[in-house]
């Protein structure tokens, strides 16, 4: 089993050079950790995350939530709730004492909390720079989400590539937030995604899900496995 690897990002592609066999997964979970889903949901969207960590000391990134904040305020056609990140926090960091109508921040809360509330909204956002460090990992906020049976907005980005066709997964230009945002028919498409993928209750990142492609890659020969 030795020469048998599980990666779960496209960033270790040089390993396809390598003498080891490898399985490329994305991150899975139990779908047992995610409460039932209902048609009941809010029209407010969620951003969870912390891009003040130490370990995130990316400028333009922390600069788009900002962007994200301020063009949420400005077009006021929904509401969204920003978890990971206190209002001190943004006030402190932005150097800003600016009221914020349409954002909540809500401050850390744990992945459990997380799953918990996740179905009540109508999407959550993803906002990623195009640097090397979003194509390490697959981004388990995405599978999160998605288990939970609500879309995903997310940065367009080479790094989410790979995601264009997963029902839910929804692109938007980092530069263009607020046009995108702002589009009535884009919100009504949203809608209308979170209602099928409550519908569907399709746990597509369940590890069960997995069992028997992770059955042939340890009893195969193969060296790759996608």
């Not at 509401?79 to 349409?102: L, V």
């Not at 990623?128 to 906020?141: I, Q």
């Not at 990142?205 to 042939?216: A, E």
Request: with cysteine; hydrophobic share 40%.
């Amino acid at each position: 089993m030795s020469n048998k690897i599980i990666i779960t990002s496209d960033f270790y592609e040089p390993l396809k050079k390598s003498n080891q066999q490898f399985l490329n997964l994305p991150t899975l979970f139990d779908k047992s950790e995610f409460k039932l889903r209902s048609n009941k949901f809010k029209n407010k969207f969620l951003y969870f995350g912390n891009p003040f960590s130490k370990d995130q000391e990316v400028k333009s990134e922390k600069e788009k939530i900002k962007l994200l904040a301020d063009e949420i305020e400005r077009i006021k056609l929904f509401k969204c709730d920003f978890y990971g990140i206190s209002f001190d926090d943004f006030k402190n960091f932005y150097d800003t004492n600016q009221n914020y109508e349409m954002i909540s921040f809500k401050g850390k809360v744990n992945s459990e909390k997380i799953r918990e509330i996740l179905p009540e909204y109508l999407a959550s956002i993803i906002i990623r720079d195009d640097k090397k460090l979003s194509h390490v990992g697959f981004p388990s906020k995405l599978a999160e989400s998605l288990m939970a049976g609500t879309p995903v907005i997310c940065s367009r980005i080479n790094a989410h590539n790979r995601f264009k066709n997963i029902e839910g997964v929804f692109f938007v230009n980092n530069n263009k937030i607020s046009s995108e945002l702002a589009d009535k028919n884009f919100i009504a498409k949203l809608q209308t995604t979170k209602e099928n993928l409550l519908l569907e209750n399709d746990f597509f990142y369940d590890w069960r899900n997995f069992k028997k492609v992770l059955s042939i890659f340890f009893n195969s020969n193969l060296w790759i496995i996608n």
